[in-house]
């Protein structure tokens, strides 16, 4: 076994690695960007060396650096987690030239699955079933929309190159073939640097079911059965479970060993994943199952199956690439109970999950036990950047049967805190609870087609959430009048007493908040035994106390609530049961200043680079008609005219870097 390895990842998968090679007793040694020097992997890492600035092109996926640094510790192998260089055929020839192992399968074994179109056809040749389509090297407009016309839509286009749901189009009609083309080709060309794509069938209803496959030098490979990842937003997963709802055990075995018959087919070794697209409409059935493709590397999502076969899949990996024998046969692996995965991401479920930037002013995640486990690479304090992907955690709930793992899912979400910037988790909790995902009806279009249960409109903050940030604010003031007269050491001085009857005299206040534009008071009357709060429902007793752990504990006429309150500048958030709402101190100044720069102006919404403008000042432009598009945290934002009007500026420029809330173009209404 190794003595020592190098990470070349960050968050929670750089984490994850090291806990396991630590229990190994294998020393880890980390590699972090300049973004990244107090992180949290850095931090549980032995050893840690900086390899450069912030953006992972200058960092994480400099083949160079990570391999020098390799060498300067010593590290006798390189685990590459997920994303970054863990597909990268290049990256693992490197490793080999160091004479470093590389934890992964070999070189041409990445390469054989690298491209989806040739994937495709090894995988025909195999004899494993693959979606009908066109994945042949000419990539002529026509060519393409002729293979899509026989192929009969809707057809979905997929950059031979994609990842991470990039570069992929579904197109309904023939009348919007070209323009989705265009926007594949557009995406993929950026992501990947390669433009080329296949045509796909349209799978209907479609169910994602993917097989945990792993493979020795020995000759030996197995399968670690399924995990169901249809729950997608954008082509991408959030939520996964294994094994798959209504799984017939025959299919499972059909779709294992074709899995295991794609690993042996290209010399796999390591851990792989098999990825297949069924046919939802038909259920599950031996013959209904696609392959899609194949990812080379250890997945995101790999802890729901660690948790039904108590297996621990880095382990696996670290055994493989130092040449042992896989540790278990297949007769040997049992499923045992049901788990789920959430991925906690900030994203904005109510702004079509864009995502999210800012500082966790709040992390309180659930203690690992043997039902709940979180695997997570920031904590409290941590920076959600532009530069890398925006998951915060991933929390998994296992139990003995699906109802009772999603149970345990909801209540550790709703157990969670975070705060500071939009997050999924109140979504992620609702899709727990959600009567047709708790029925197993899932397949991809499960969460647009729940979209208004999941994500239900903002509104405004209830009562009950004014008087928890009034509260909070209250109990602030009192914990500064107790420091001041413990100053004064007066005990007789009124400021000592901390139940009222202060503010200069004042028995009485007004708090004044900004409730997402709209301005909510509070009256607050001081009373010997705490506070009347005057809400729009009316007055009411209310008490408050601060727990040992920071959370806020209130008596609201008689209900007794915990709640945790988080404030920023003059940004306040109150989470209670999972959900977070964010209010502000009513300040005069800033409500005018949002007021101009919002008409008409098409604000970018997070940092990010212009790739394409469609209009010019002077254009007389319809409500929804695309202005620009913007490249940001890896995804592409297209900004519309948000009413019929006249383009009055557009100072965008093609290829240039814009910041967050800049004014990119301004539409005067008609
Ligand atoms: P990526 O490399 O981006 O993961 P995949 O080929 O794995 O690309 O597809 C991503 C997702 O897109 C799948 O999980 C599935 O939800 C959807 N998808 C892919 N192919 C099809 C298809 N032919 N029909 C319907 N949905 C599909
Ligand atoms: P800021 O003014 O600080 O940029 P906004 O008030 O524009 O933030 O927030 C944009 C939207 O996101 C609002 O609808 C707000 O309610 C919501 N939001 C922001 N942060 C959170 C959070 N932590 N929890 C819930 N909602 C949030
Ligand atoms: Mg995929």
Redesign the pocket.
């Known amino acids: 076994m190794f003595e020592s390895i190098l990470i070349a990842n960050r968050g929670e998968i750089a984490c994850r690695v090291i806990k396991t090679a630590r229990a190994m007793g294998i020393r880890t040694v980390a590699v972090y960007s300049e973004a990244d020097a107090t992180a949290r992997h850095v931090r549980l890492a032995d050893e840690a060396h900086l390899i450069g600035p912030a953006a992972a092109r200058d960092s994480y996926l400099v083949v160079e650096k990570i391999i020098a640094a390799a060498k300067a510790s010593g590290a006798q192998a390189i685990h590459p987690g997920y994303g970054f260089l863990s597909e990268n055929a290049a990256f693992a020839d490197a490793c080999s030239r160091a004479c470093i192992v590389f934890i992964g399968p070999p070189a041409d074994a990445i390469r054989a699955m690298g491209l989806k179109d040739a994937a495709k056809a090894l995988m025909e040749k195999a004899g494993v079933p693959v979606v009908p389509g066109y994945h042949g090297p000419d990539q002529s407009d026509k060519t393409l929309s002729d293979a899509a016309k026989k192929i009969g839509f809707p057809v979905l286009i997929k950059a031979v190159a994609g990842g991470g749901g990039k570069g992929m189009r579904r197109v309904d009609k023939a009348q919007d073939f070209a323009a989705a083309l265009e926007g594949a080709r557009r995406e993929a060309a950026s992501a990947f640097g390669n433009d080329a794509v296949l045509i796909e069938k349209y799978v209907t209803k479609p169910r994602h079911v993917e097989i945990q496959v792993f493979a020795d030098g020995h000759g030996n490979a197995v399968y670690l059965f399924e995990r169901d990842c249809s729950l997608q937003r954008r082509h991408q997963k959030v939520i996964e479970e294994a094994p798959a709802p209504d799984m017939p055990e025959e299919v499972r075995r059909a779709m294992g060993e074709a899995a295991v018959k794609a690993a042996l087919a290209i010399g796999y070794q390591g851990a792989g994943t098999v990825e297949f697209i069924v046919d939802g409409s038909r259920g599950l059935r031996p013959d209904g199952f696609y392959f899609m493709e194949m990812n080379t590397r250890l997945q995101v999502e790999h802890p729901v199956t660690e948790k039904i076969t108590g297996q621990d899949l880095v382990e696996w990996q670290l055994r493989v690439a130092a040449g042992e024998p896989l540790p278990l046969t297949q007769n040997q692996l049992r499923i045992h109970g049901h788990a789920v995965e959430a991925r906690l991401y900030a994203e904005?479920p109510?702004?079509g999950f864009l995502p999210?930037t800012g500082r966790l002013l709040r992390l309180k995640l659930p203690a690992d036990d043997g039902h709940v486990r979180v695997d997570a690479g920031v904590e409290e304090g941590d920076q959600v950047s532009v530069h890398y992907d925006p998951m915060i955690a991933k929390v998994i709930a296992w139990d003995t049967t699906r109802e009772a793992a999603l149970r345990r899912l909801k209540g550790a979400l709703q157990g969670s805190v975070?705060?500071?910037?939009?997050?999924n988790l109140p979504f992620l909790a609702r899709v727990m609870g959600h009567a047709a995902f708790r029925a197993g009806d899932v397949d991809t279009g499960f969460i647009d087609r729940h979209l208004s249960d999941l994500v239900p409109p903002?509104g405004k903050a209830d009562d009950r959430t004014l008087a928890l940030a009034a509260l909070d604010h209250l109990l602030a003031l009192d914990e500064s009048y107790r420091v001041a007269a413990a100053a004064t050491s007066d005990r007789w001085s009124p400021w000592a007493s901390a139940n009222g009857w202060r503010m200069n005299g004042e028995t009485s206040l007004v708090l004044r908040f900004d409730d997402?534009g709209e301005i909510r008071d509070v009256g607050v009357a001081f009373t010997p035994s705490g506070y009347v709060l005057g809400l729009a429902t009316g007055e009411i007793a209310a008490r408050a106390a601060r727990r040992a752990d920071g959370a806020l504990v209130a008596d609201l006429a008689g209900d007794k609530i915990s709640a945790e309150v988080a404030c920023s500048g003059n940004?306040i958030?109150v989470t209670v049961g999972g959900v977070?709402?964010?209010l502000?101190f009513y300040d005069p100044g800033m409500a005018a200043d949002l007021s101009s720069a919002v008409g008409g102006g098409i604000v970018s919404p997070m940092p990010g680079k212009v790739m394409r403008v469609m209009a010019k000042a002077g254009d007389k432009v319809k409500r929804g008609a695309p202005l620009l598009i913007l490249e940001a945290m890896k995804m592409e934002h297209t900004l519309i005219a948000p009413a019929d009007g006249v383009v009055k500026k557009l100072s965008a420029v093609e290829g240039e870097q814009v910041s967050e809330?800049a004014v990119l173009a301004v539409v005067e209404a008609e």
């Open positions: 904005d109510a702004r999210a975070v705060a500071g910037l939009a997050t903002d997402n940004d958030y977070t709402r964010k502000k809330g």
